[in-house]
């Protein structure tokens, strides 16, 4: 397959400046809390998380109500003013970084509007940082699933217009299936209301989906209904040291039917992850005693403690010991453990910046050709750079690998950077071989353009485009990501 260029850039774009006058208009529609003009006063929301991109924008407005983005919106679309819709601006692939558009940041409209713990939702405002919703959950005995490293900072309407994925996919799937309804305002600036909390709607297109995974193309999310759960417990985990990467699926396998499909996160983790965790941050611990090739993180869910799963769990990770499936397991004793577990799989995902540059693919295959995947996109990637250090993690129940590329020891980080359309590519050619996914969970952004472009179905581009121009004919919506 020929592919076109995707380097990522590294040069800000110019910024024109907005028409005469309509700076003091949407100033006077969002209040002087919501209007940042200065430059030097825009950085946060012009920095990208991975350095690949450096936003430029002559305006941010940062409304506090849905009916203040209908009215930004309106103006910006009466005046032909292009607009980036930004969350908590984690994204991995630039979709929220502006190329001289204007930003409307989410950031205040927090409110979580109503927690329902008899219907098990919880309707909110987009701006809402995704942590602070799963503390109003909890409050209510109600657990919303959806984790991730950035949940902290990231905002649930950034989480929905990427259909953000995370740990807990394997359980409770994607941000798509935790959303019952929607708020949106349309390019045109019209509110669509469709913040229903019906778990059976039949009434023709759900179009709640367009937007989700929309990534700012289509409208702005302004606030959703989202699905709670029971709050689980206890969470037994062990922390286990794999035979080889073949024997992951065979454990996956066994650990969801021993646990009644109660598995809630399965994490491939390999070596070099786990010393270069311990590499740049003290406090990561290696769980085992000895070095083995491939780990894997397992964590189960139980609606009451002391209810036996952990021994279930326990059990079912001894006869695979004794099945030479498994060579070595920590079973996560205290809250503490499991905490200090987690805490390694998110250090190694911080770990790879201060160990130099690093090329990133978040791509997906079916569950059952992960370890073909891993040894096959090794193998294209050694060929054409032997001494890159792949670094293959990430949610292996789900079919997602994080195949990251470390750049050699001591190496030079443009010049490895420089060869990031050559790896990625060869690592994408095995994934469509395998009938995967460029972009399992980070979306397209401004990233993946080219690749979105090369390799998915002309039939779905057309039906892609189609819709684009029905809901925002004048692309105004985020030009540049995506489509
Ligand atoms: P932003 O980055 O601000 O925006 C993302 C996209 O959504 C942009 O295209 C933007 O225009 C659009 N957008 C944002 N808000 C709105 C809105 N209200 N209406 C319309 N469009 C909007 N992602 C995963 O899927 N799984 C992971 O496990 C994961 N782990 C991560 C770990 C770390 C340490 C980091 C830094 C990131 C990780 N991510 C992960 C990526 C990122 O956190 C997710 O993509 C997240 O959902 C983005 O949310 P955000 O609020 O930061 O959105
Ligand atoms: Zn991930």
Partial sequence: MTRAMATPSLRPASVAPLPPGLVERFAAIVGPAGIVADPAAMEPWLIESRGLYRGASPLVLRPASTAEVAEVVRLAHAHRVAIVPQGGNTGLVGGAVAQGQMILALGRM?????????????TVDAGCILADLQVAAAAQDRLFPLSLGAEGSCQIGGNLSTNAGGTQVLRYGNTRELCLGLEVVLPDGRVWDGLRALRKNNTGYDLKHLFIGGEGTLGIITGAVLRLFPLPKERPAAFVALAGLDEALELLSRLRRATGDALSGFELIPRLAIDLARKHNPVAIDPLAARHDWYALVEAEAAEAGGGL?????AALGTALEDGIVVDAAIAQSEQKRRAFWHLREALVLAQAPEGASIKNDVSVPVSRVP?????????VLERCPEARPLPFGHVGDGNVHFNIQQPVGGDDAAFLARWDELTGAVNEVVAALGGSFSAEHGIGRLKVADLRTYKNPVELDMMRAIKRALDPDGLMNPGAML
Avoid: K, Q, S
């Avoid at 927090?110 to 919880?122: E, F, H, I």
């Avoid at 952990?310 to 326990?314: A, F, H, N, R, W």
């Fill in 110 to 122: 927090n409110r979580v509007r109503a927690v329902d713990p008899v219907d098990y939702t919880m």
């Fill in 372 to 380: 073909d995947f891993i040894r096959r996109a090794t193998a294209a």
């Fill in 310 to 314: 952990g021994g279930v769990l326990e």
